[in-house]
């Protein structure tokens, strides 16, 4: 069993910071890349950050200058320091581990996913 555990969200004010960590736990061998997906009210979810097992950062646009993804190899842990955060930021925001192999003998791994955590930004 693989458990994605996510913390750090939390309400916070427009130019705020926030900063998110994701903990995986359980039988992992490998991952792919770890990283942050975000899902707003009514609209699909959309990448935020990944980071690859060779620790390549991947941003999207709006997250480019003003997002860094960092990790703790050793502990499977992700963060997401979140600075200058707007109104348009608020969202649930998943973490994600891409084609997560529990042993040497999963040739192709899965995706799994945490249960999410709440940022909201006022104006």
């Known amino acids: 069993q693989v458990q994605l555990v996510e913390s750090g969200g939390g309400l916070v004010q427009a130019g705020g910071s926030l900063r998110l960590s994701c903990a995986a736990s359980g039988s992992i061998f490998s991952a792919n890349a770890m990283g942050w997906y975000r899902q707003a009210p009514g609209k699909q979810r959309e990448l935020v950050a990944r980071?690859?097992?060779?620790?390549?950062?991947n941003y999207a646009d709006s997250a480019k200058g003003r997002f860094t993804i960092s990790r703790e190899k050793a502990k499977n842990t992700v963060h997401l320091q979140m600075n200058s955060l707007k109104p348009e930021d608020t969202a649930v925001y998943l973490c994600?581990?891409?084609?997560?192999?529990?042993?040497?003998?999963?040739?192709?791994?899965?995706?799994?996913w945490g249960q999410g955590t709440q940022v909201t930004v006022s104006s």
């Open positions: 980071i690859t097992s060779g620790a390549t950062p």
């Open positions: 994600n581990a891409e084609q997560l192999r529990i042993s040497w003998s999963d040739p192709y791994g899965r995706d799994y």
